[in-house]
Nanobody, 125 residues
Framework: QVQLVESGGGLVQAGRSLRLSCGASGRALNTYAMGWFRQAPGKEREFVAAIRSEYSTYYADSVLGRFTISRDNAKNTMYPQMNSLKPEDTAVYYC???????????????????WGQGTQVTVSS
């Protein structure tokens, strides 16, 4: 069983940056893609970014150019970096892990087996 724990959320002013992290325990994730999703109040959860085990990355259009994602396979940890934050980025951010042997499209929630509990990010104007 894999456990994912997000950290680094909080309150930040618009235009500033925030670095999150997602640590995994229970097994090595070197064959898993890791993704970030978010859910704003009153909205459905949406894809933000993903990184495959060989480090290729995917981003939602809404964060392209502002957010970057990296991972350290030796530490079983993923690091989303959020720059130029906007009030509309306010949401609970979730990390997830999906097995690359069984899935291809990691923009979809259905590709992920394991999910973290989420961390709140609030961007004030």
């Amino acid at each position: 069983q894999v456990q994912l724990v997000e950290s680094g959320g909080g309150l930040v002013q618009a235009g500033r940056s925030l670095r999150l992290s997602c640590g995994a325990s229970g097994r090595a994730l070197n064959t898993y893609a890791m993704g970030w999703f978010r859910q704003a109040p009153g909205k459905e959860r949406e894809f933000v970014a993903a990184i495959r085990s060989e480090y290729s990355t995917y981003y939602a259009d809404s964060v392209l150019g502002r957010f970057t994602i990296s991972r350290d396979n030796a530490k079983n940890t993923m690091y989303p970096q959020m720059n130029s934050l906007k009030p509309e980025d306010t949401a609970v951010y979730y990390c997830a892990a999906g097995d690359e042997r069984f899935h291809r499209n990691f923009r979809l929630e259905s590709a992920y087996t394991y999910w973290g509990q989420g961390t709140q990010v609030t961007v004030s104007s």
